[in-house]
């Protein structure tokens, strides 16, 4: 079964800076539009980011626009989020996603988000003040 598999979580001091990686199982995760979403306590799961399946169109939340930058190598099957100016209210636990059929823009979807097709563990990203 294909899978996402996050990883580059950690703790880090407000001001500070972290890459998550998200590797696909197989390759045909290269055709597909991917996206970040987090889920920080107490509250329910949020979009992040999301990239086409070329890497030519983004989109991102307005809390994290001009602060991180999401991007993809499909030769590596790898998607990233660089996350720069962390902020305590950025602390969450990040969930790498990817669709067959959605595109990019359907990812940064609210009420499509259930019905995503493919989601990783989660990775534990920690912004202490």
């Known amino acids: 079964q294909a899978q996402l598999v996050e990883s580059g979580g950690g703790q880090v001091q407000a001001g500070g800076s972290l890459r998550l990686s998200c590797t696909a199982s197989e390759r045909t995760f290269s055709n597909y539009a991917m996206g970040w979403f987090r889920r920080a306590p107490g509250k329910e799961r949020e979009f992040v980011a999301a990239?086409?399946?070329?890497?030519?169109?983004?989109y991102y939340t307005d809390s994290v626009k001009g602060r991180f930058t999401i991007s993809r190598d499909n030769a590596k099957n790898t998607v990233y989020l660089q996350m720069n100016s962390l902020k305590p209210e950025d602390t969450a636990v990040y969930y790498c996603?990817?669709?067959?059929?959605?595109?990019?823009?359907?990812?940064?979807?609210?009420?499509?988000?259930?019905?995503?097709?493919?989601w990783g563990e989660g990775a534990l990203v920690t912004v202490s003040s």
């Open positions: 990239v086409s399946w070329s890497g030519g169109s983004t």
């Open positions: 996603a990817a669709d067959k059929i959605f595109s990019a823009q359907a990812i940064a979807t609210p009420s499509l988000s259930g019905d995503i097709d493919y």
